[in-house]
């Protein structure tokens, strides 16, 4: 599965992005997807460094969102399209980072948010910086 991540950019403190992850190479369905923030100068780090945000369980679509993002960033997908999205509302200084999202073959979704590593593919990541 190939993964590319897109919609980052710079924004003021109180706007608003949506992200876009589209994949290709196998059946998107299959997956859970996950997404995840890397803080600036940690980006050679590596995986481990990667925080889970948000994800979507496959089949049941059931989501989960960490305290810090819950309320404002909403994860969607679109099987058809081969596509999910993070809505990102309200944003931030402290949402700045490389957004990057993840599959995987898990149930729940969870298990790769927690575990980063885990993940089966990943997305190349896209910046979002927000400004005050």
């Known amino acids: 599965v190939q993964l590319v991540e897109s919609g980052g950019g710079l924004v003021q403190r109180g706007g608003s992005l949506r992200l876009t992850c589209v994949a290709s190479?196998?059946?998107?369905?299959?997956?859970?997807i996950g997404w995840f923030r890397q803080a600036p100068g940690k980006e050679i780090m590596g995986i481990s460094e990667?925080?889970?945000?948000?994800?979507?369980?496959?089949?049941?679509?059931?989501?989960s969102y960490v305290d810090s993002v819950k309320g404002r960033f909403a994860l969607s997908r679109d099987d058809a399209k081969k596509t999910a999205y993070l809505t990102m509302n309200n944003l931030q200084v402290e949402d700045t980072a490389i957004y990057f999202c993840?599959?995987?073959?898990?149930?729940?979704?969870?298990?790769?948010?927690?575990?980063?590593?885990?993940?089966?593919?990943w997305g190349q990541g896209t910046q979002v910086t927000v400004s005050s």
């Open positions: 190479g196998d059946t998107f369905e299959d997956y859970s």
């Open positions: 993840a599959v995987g073959k898990f149930e729940p979704c969870t298990v790769m948010t927690r575990w980063p590593t885990a993940a089966n593919f």
């Open positions: 990667r925080v889970g945000i948000s994800c979507i369980t496959r089949g049941t679509g059931s989501t």
